[in-house]
């Protein structure tokens, strides 16, 4: 089992950027797909992107393609995601987590492997 440690969240204005990070534990990280996950107030969690183990193989939702950018660094045990040109929407807790699944079908499943504790996310206007 992985364990998952996020940091990196807080406050940004709109426009602005922030890079979160996940550490994680656990000598199989290279062979999980990792994702990013938020949840916004009163709202579900919902799927913002996953890397398979290569690192080629990614997947992001329509609503941050072309200004979030997710990676890996396998010899780290570390997952990042760099989000820019934020939005007030984007205003989240923002979960890492790692499953055996596939960059396409992470964001599908309803159970996954393991979650972080989640790091808040908070853009103003």
């Known amino acids: 089992q992985v364990q998952l440690v996020e940091s990196g969240g807080g406050l940004v204005q709109a426009g602005g950027s922030l890079r979160l990070s996940c550490a994680a534990s656990?000598?199989?990280?290279?062979?999980?797909?990792m994702g990013w996950f938020r949840q916004a107030p009163g709202t579900g969690r919902e799927f913002v992107a996953a890397?398979?183990?290569?690192?080629?193989?990614?997947n992001y939702a329509d609503s941050v393609k072309g200004r979030f950018i997710i990676s890996r660094d396998n010899a780290k045990n570390m997952v990042y995601l760099q989000m820019n040109s934020l939005k007030p929407e984007d205003t989240a807790v923002y979960y890492c987590a790692a499953d055996r699944s596939t960059a396409q079908t992470m964001g599908l499943k309803r159970t996954l492997d393991a979650w972080g504790q989640g790091t808040l996310v908070t853009v103003s206007s």
């Open positions: 890397i398979e183990w290569s690192g080629f193989s990614t």
């Open positions: 656990g000598r199989t990280f290279s062979s999980y797909t």
